[in-house]
């Protein structure tokens, strides 16, 4: 179903049968945590449901891996919001987070003129890092990227955009000090960039679809998921196929906290369409964005996430006066 430039492939979180297969655990060159089959409405309005299998490699004990990894983190607390965000994002002042949701950025409004206003709403910190970026094109999207989440957090948590400390924890994985219950990720590609936040850990990833090298495939990709790949034939095709198992590999290693120091043969996804229920309580959702951007979301919370358009122009109106 296609909605202004947006394609959501699943399950409709509110409607028809849901049935999982029960989980198998077995061994056979590694450890295979599950398959499990969903099956959804599937009619007019494009919803359908695919099965999908998850397949780690190692042969460790991964019991560890999940939503618990993080669950020191949570707190019971409601989530106050403080007013919207570039016209399109309306929170009600007293609403929860009820379930994971995600906001798309499109810079194709981005002016040069906004970049020296934009600095002034991000830390000094932040200010260097972002600012040794040599690429104009990365550095805007870096830039709003942390705009994207400290408005988003001081809408939600009711305080100044001075008071969200974002921080980084042992593995490189951002969280805010100030609530480290309240999970977020961000991810930005070409024209776009993508921020999702939740009360489960969360990864997301967007990419711009382009040509990939033969190599490159076998390097990422399970024998399996280099087989569902090249079975495309078309190229268009294949890089479709590529970038929908990419984006679920690295939304996955971005909420379990790992991001990029993985070795992306260790998971296996077996199918090519989503969302999935699959093992230790992680669902994947995909978006197809103007037929040119793949991403994928990844999340302990069993919820469909909402996805949200955004302009940078809204974002720059939304920012308020100049702080001091």
Known sequence: MATGGFQRRGIAAASGPFIFSRHTNHRRGGVVLG????????GS???????????????????????????????????ASAGALGGALVMDSLMALSGPRAWLVDLTSWQPAFESRAWAFVTPAERV?????????????????????RSLATAMLGI????????????????????????????????????????SPIGVDIERRRPI???????????????????????????????RVWTR?????KAIGTGLTNNWRQISFASGHGPYQVCRGWR????????????????????TPALQHITALGIMRSLGPRPE
């Open 284 to 303: 994947f959702t995909d978006w197809t964005i103007a037929s040119e951007y793949v991403a994928a979301v990844c999340c302990g919370d069993p919820k």
């Open 129 to 149: 890092r972002i600012g040794a970026c040599l690429d104009s094109s990365e550095r805007v999207r870096r830039l709003v990227g942390q705009l994207m989440v």
């Open 213 to 243: 090298a033969e190599g490159f495939l076998h390097y990422a990709l399970t024998a399996d998921e280099y087989g569902y790949v090249i079975q495309a034939g078309d190229p268009n095709h294949r890089e479709e196929r590529f970038l």
């Open 35 to 42: 398959n499990r089959v969903a099956f959804g409405k599937d």
């Open 160 to 199: 100044s955009w001075q008071n969200v400390s974002i921080v980084r924890d042992g593995l490189g994985k951002p969280y805010i000090r100030e609530a480290p219950w309240l999970y977020f990720n961000l991810s930005h590609s070409g024209s776009y960039v993508l921020v999702a936040f939740a009360r």
């Open 249 to 253: 590999k690295e939304s996955y290693f």
């Open 45 to 79: 309005d494009g919803w359908r449901g695919v099965a999908c299998r998850l397949v780690f490699r190692d042969r460790g004990n991964r019991d560890d891996v999940g939503p618990a990894l993080s669950e020191k983190r949570r707190r019971h607390a409601d989530i």
